[in-house]
């Protein structure tokens, strides 16, 4: 078996240069285009071979799903919090240390890795189709000669990408205009003297703790980290009844452009578990959050509205993810990154999920319509583990419970919550506080329930089309580590991230699913 993995992640290596053909692209709110993800500036539909590249993608995609089932699996991070003796109580730390802020410009350094990596894989797939047309015209000479030649095809084709991505009119500026970023920075800086994100972020994540699992948090005041280089000793926190202590800290905020397409903010921040017992850090993540992209003055009207908006959504949404990844274990996979099929969670089952049909491939949710300002919203029900064997849809240690909840729309994304109910017991719910008339609403829905003793949860209900695309630096932020005495084990999510219900620690708005009322 241990053999059959190892083949398996060495498919998986290939899986990616393939997934590396797949185009760059976002889509500006409120932007429509019958290409896949963000518009592309002039209608192009089929820039960068965006037709192409998305027919490989799904072929990749699906291939890979089928080779890694095998070895997918889906153990909880550690948990002091088990521990009996500890009480089950959580010490939540905000750090508050001061983020990195700014505005981030053109990155020619993510296009030219970008190009590296798609020559690599063009290199890649000639050679993989060398192979087949060998087998087919001369096996006993044509598979030898392509497997010796498939190294020079991909260096070739990885230098060739990065020559290519260098050359002056192969790069796109994608970041904040030169000309915008003093306005944009100084906006960004205001909010955050006005916002105090470590608390915010901390308030949250105890919120999330008591909400959903039945654990109980308490923030620590006056207990905190000056430096990210500091690390303090949380083992008097065992005596007073703390099992585990999490530090939490928004590590870098700021602002990035789309090529032309608007500007869109970013929150990176990290978590790391204590055990209260030895004082050793056990678990630490890295998580992002990207909002929705809009124009370049809509971020600084109405005194900077949005901008604190989404900074208070960013803390509220990542403090959320950590008790999902920690506490309820929403991960899809033990592998950093699972791959699933359309949907993600519990499937939609009313009003039925509309999917627009481009091309060459699926376009970002339709907006079904319901026929009552208090529409019935029915989901259907899934295993709380998947991908392991002998589990069942009721192989819990009591009822299941769903939460629900719904957002109004601004500018094509989600704004605030206008709905919600948690610890429902059934799978059909019908709205019972009327929505406004002739109005689009986004919606998702996830399952609850406990697991030979422990909570578990299934990450919130999403589309897993379109893909979504986060710059470089962004990938890197967004990681998983486990911790031992001797070394710590940081791996960035595989496949670049592009499966929302992989690796993202939020919903983007091309991928919820929405009704409109009538």
Known sequence: MRGLCKRRSRMRHRMYLLWSLR???????????PCVGRASPGGECNRDGRHRAAYVRQVAKWCC???LAGCATV???????VDASSGGALAVIPVRYAPVSGSVGGTGGDARASGAARGAGAGALGAGLLAGLGAVIFPPLGVPLALALAPYLVGAGAIAGYVGASAPLAVVEDGVPEEQRPFLDRTLSDALSDLRLPELAGTALVRSVTTFTP???????????????DRLDYRSLRSRGFGGAIEIAVTRVGFTGWGGEGVSLFVTAEA?????TSGNPTWLRGMVYESPTYRFSRWMNEDAALTRGELERACRTLAERVVDVLLLATEPSGDFGGIAPDTCGVPIAEPEPMLEIGPQNRLPAGTPQVSSRTPMLAWS????VPNVANRSTRDTDGELRYDLRVWTTEEDAPGSIAYE??????????????????????????????????????????????????KYFLRQARFAA???SDAMKRRTCRLDSSIPCGCLDYIPAENFYRFKTP
Do not use: C
Request: aromatic residues 8%; charged residues 20%.
């Open 23 to 33: 185009p760059r692209a976002r889509r500006a709110s409120g932007l429509r285009s």
């Open 65 to 67: 799903f089928a080779v």
């Open 75 to 81: 153990p909880a991070p550690p948990n002091p919090l």
């Open 215 to 229: 654990y109980r948090a308490e923030a620590m005041e006056g207990v905190t980290s000056a430096s990210k280089e």
């Open 272 to 276: 790391r578990l204590i055990d209260t």
């Open 381 to 384: 029900t899934m295993p709380l």
């Open 421 to 470: 109910r948690l610890g429902l017991t059934g799978t059909r719910h019908q709205v019972e506080v009327p929505l406004a008339p002739g109005s689009t609403y986004f919606w998702s829905v996830r399952m609850r329930g406990t697991v030979d003793g422990h909570p578990r949860a299934v990450p919130w209900s999403m589309s897993n089309e379109p893909p979504v695309f986060s």
């Open 482 to 484: 486990s911790i031992t």
